[in-house]
């Protein structure tokens, strides 16, 4: 029978490249036969420490090969890998350990106390540390393992991550995606996206979440292709590596801030095939200001946790600013109204998807599972879009009124229930707005009560310690009242025109 652990995949396309480099950082070098030692090794320790196939590992550790090596373990091993944002807090990681309940939780040694104690509250059986340069009891446990040559065998729909996505009531959704939904995605992009051999990535991306945990490291891995692995985004030293690169994954930020870097040229740049460009929507201005800089088109695709890659601009072929480009093959999509019955094309409506890359379910979540798909199968996306009679799309809006901030997806109401709650704060809405840097300012808009009072530095320590950076407004705005309809409904469309030039201006 076969296997269909992502991992055996991977095994068979760099198998013959043992010898060849997997990752390059600015101080060491792994090679494709390391790749396979070293995820062996914590393979082993995963299952010496009592994790079964089917366990839950929550993964909250600063990027490094070490937590690549410990990804392709827990694939290796049947677990399911959950990784967490780094920069959510003790009490945001509170709720998904309660809710995941995993086996193991592995997290830099700086948060040994805090999240130990949550482990120890949550009957986490394990907890082992594991930082940036390697070190921790994770590594301390693994020296010396003989690595285990198994790989645990695996259905397609087993499953393989669980991501969480945040909930538009405050509740974040464990988004399950299975063996089969990663590595079909991931086949695609490859084929779709021409990658031959002697390509190099360079991957600047963080490894909590769609983009650079599974988007850019399975297309790179099924290629077998050299990764230049860098600890965080540095445009001055993404710049100097540029000329040893052929394609580079990021977010409307890294090219708007490229854009603003010395040496940032078209000589820069004669070596690279691809620049693709996701997380967010890419600005038309980006999009022209890069080709004129560099003479290459950036190619912006659309995806979300639930499915991974959904559409993208073609390799070959017109890529369009303000679109995101066709269906990848095996993917079927449409444009519906309120009514769910399609709309004609070109106008406006809520995109729905299915195909092989679209996930399992939200775990332990049957219900809200069952609503966000349709009777024929269509996962309902909350997204706006618009389908061209060619089936090029173009996300023209987000329902329920979600924000991207630096590629990053922040759900207001969650920020809201918690500005709410202060003393002071008769109400609040939350908002995205035009950022230079970030794609979109998150802002909030607080109307007082007069029982106290509040101040836009009084809100912001307040939500220093329960919230993740990301999700912190960059702007807290006072206001008399908030624009309602006939319905008595806020009306954040209003908000976001009036206050559209807030950052521009600054």
Wanted: glycine letters at 10%.
């Amino acid at each position: 029978m076969t296997n269909a652990n992502l991992y055996q995949l991977f095994r068979e396309r760099t198998a013959p490249h043992a010898a060849d480099t997997f990752l390059e950082t600015a101080d060491a070098a792994y090679t494709y036969g390391d790749l396979d030692t070293e995820s062996g090794r914590l393979a082993r320790l995963l299952r010496d420490q009592g994790v079964e196939p089917g366990d839950r590992v929550i993964v909250q550790v600063d990027k490094s090969p070490a937590a690549v090596f410990l990804y392709l373990a827990c694939l290796r091993a049947g677990a399911i890998y959950i990784p967490l944002n780094t920069a959510y807090t003790p009490a945001e990681v509170d709720y998904f350990v309660g809710d995941a309940e995993p086996a193991l939780m592995v997290v830099r040694s700086e948060s040994q106390a805090d999240l130990g104690r949550i482990a120890a509250e949550r009957k986490v059986p394990k907890l082992l540390t594991l930082d940036a340069d390697g070190s921790g009891t994770l590594a301390d446990a693994a020296s010396g393992l003989t690595p285990d040559p198994g790989i645990e065998p695996r259905e397609p729909d087993d499953i393989a991550a669980i991501l969480y996505t945040s909930g538009t009531t405050g509740r974040s959704k464990g988004a399950m995606l299975s063996h089969d939904n990663l590595s079909s995605n991931a086949l695609t992009l490859h084929a779709y996206w021409g990658f031959v051999p002697g390509d190099v990535l360079l991957h600047i991306l963080p490894i909590y979440h769609v983009h650079g945990l599974f988007v850019a490291l399975h297309t790179a891995i099924l290629n077998a292709s050299k990764i230049l692995f860098h600890d965080r985004f540095d445009p001055a030293r993404l710049v100097a590596d540029l000329p040893r690169a052929t394609v580079l994954m990021g977010v409307p930020t890294h090219y708007v801030r490229l854009l603003d870097q010395d040496g940032f040229d078209t000589p820069g740049c004669a070596g690279m095939r691809l620049f693709v460009s996701g997380s967010a929507p890419l600005l038309a201005d980006t999009f022209e200001s890069f080709r004129a800089r560099t003479g290459h088109t950036i190619l912006e695709r659309y995806g979300m946790t639930e499915a991974g890659m959904i559409t993208s601009n073609p390799y070959d072929g017109e890529r369009i600013a303000g679109t995101v480009g066709y269906p990848l093959p095996g993917v079927s999509a449409r444009v519906v109204g309120e009514d769910g019955r399609e709309v004609p094309h070109g106008e406006a409506g809520v995109l729905e998807i299915t195909g092989p890359n679209v996930f399992k379910g939200y775990w332990r979540m049957p219900e809200k599972t069952a609503a966000e798909f349709r009777d024929d199968g269509y996962f309902i996306t909350g997204d706006v879009a618009t389908m061209a009679e060619d089936g090029r799309v173009a996300i023209v809006g987000r329902a329920k009124d979600l924000i991207i901030s630096g590629g990053l997806n922040v759900y207001p109401k969650e920020i809201e229930s918690l500005i709410d709650d202060l003393p002071g704060v008769k109400e609040s809405a939350v908002i995205g707005v035009p950022h230079p840097d970030f794609g979109e300012g998150v802002t909030a808009v607080i109307v007082p009560d007069g029982t106290a009072e509040v101040a836009a530095e009084t809100v912001t320590a307040f939500l220093k310690d329960k919230l993740a950076t990301f999700k912190q407004p960059k702007t807290v705005l006072f206001v008399d009242e908030l624009p309602r309809n006939t319905m008595g409904k806020v009306q954040k469309a209003e908000l976001r025109d009036r206050y559209q030039d807030l950052y521009s201006v600054r």
